[in-house]
T-cell receptor, first 113, second 112 residues
Framework: ETGVTQSPTHLIKTRGQQVTLRCSSQ?????VSWYQQALGQGPQFIFQ???????GRGNFPPRFSGLQFPNYSSELNVNALELDDSALYLC????????????FGQGTRLTVV | TQLLEQSPQFLSIQEGENLTVYCNSS?????LQWYRQEPGEGPVLLVT?????EVKKLKRLTFQFGDARKDSSLHITAAQPGDTGLYLC????????????FGTGTRLQVTL
């Protein structure tokens, strides 16, 4: 167990709705990165938060947004859900931005119908 | 766009066999990691390689980073059913170590 927890574990939403996913980072870690893993593919980097500021973003539209709180937990928000947003959403926590060792949570499985 | 291509995509072998998984890119990475992911779980880090030509061993698993730091391989000796899972390579660039570019994945099934 990595100490990184995500909630909820599963979620079903309707196209056009909004969703918020949550991640609690491992104790002592101040960096959270979010990834989207479509079925049968490797994870794709969405964005990263370091000390409450966005620190880099992958090729995802603005309707994907996030927050990091003073306790370094994080939220991923997706607006105007599309069918293609159905995926496993993973968060990874690490210390700083130059440390290659990241610990992943178990993920949130989002299904958009 | 996946910058890291893994091969093979699927591999089904019997217990005791050896196998190699490849991870190739046209980009140079400052470090490369290998993860194993089981259904319903997040990826678990197996190893990090940072030096061109580096070889690391983890019990029956041998990892190699290419001399040019564009490719890597994972070799498993005498595979066991517990090795079953999705193997992912992931690269990072200098200064962005925790932003990972993942490969396409290799799904391994080891049967008795």
């Amino acid at each position: 167990e990595t100490g990184v927890t995500q909630s909820p574990t599963h979620l079903i939403k309707t196209r056009g709705q909004q969703v918020t996913l949550r991640c609690s980072s491992q104790s002592g870690h101040n960096t959270v990165s979010w990834y989207q893993q479509a079925l049968g593919q490797g994870p794709q980097f969405i964005f990263q938060y370091y000390r409450e500021e966005e620190n880099g973003r992958g090729n995802f539209p603005p309707r994907f947004s996030g927050l990091q709180f003073p306790n370094y937990s994080s939220e991923l928000n997706v607006n105007a859900l599309e069918l293609d947003d159905s995926a496993l959403y993973l968060c990874a926590s690490s210390f700083g931005t130059r440390n290659t060792e990241a610990f992943f949570g178990q993920g949130t499985r989002l299904t958009v119908v | 766009t996946q910058l890291l291509e893994q091969s093979p995509q699927f591999l089904s072998i019997q217990e005791g066999e050896n196998l190699t998984v490849y991870c190739n890119s046209s980009s140079v990475f400052s470090s490369l990691q290998w993860y194993r992911q089981e259904p319903g779980e997040g990826p678990v880090l197996l190893v990090t390689v940072v030096t061109g030509g580096e070889v690391k061993k983890l019990k029956r698993l041998t990892f190699q980073f290419g001399d040019a730091r564009k490719d890597s391989s994972l070799h498993i000796t005498a595979a066991q059913p517990g090795d079953t899972g999705l193997y992912l390579c992931a690269g990072s660039h200098t200064g962005t170590a925790s932003k990972l570019t993942f490969g396409t994945g290799t799904r391994l099934q080891v049967t008795l």
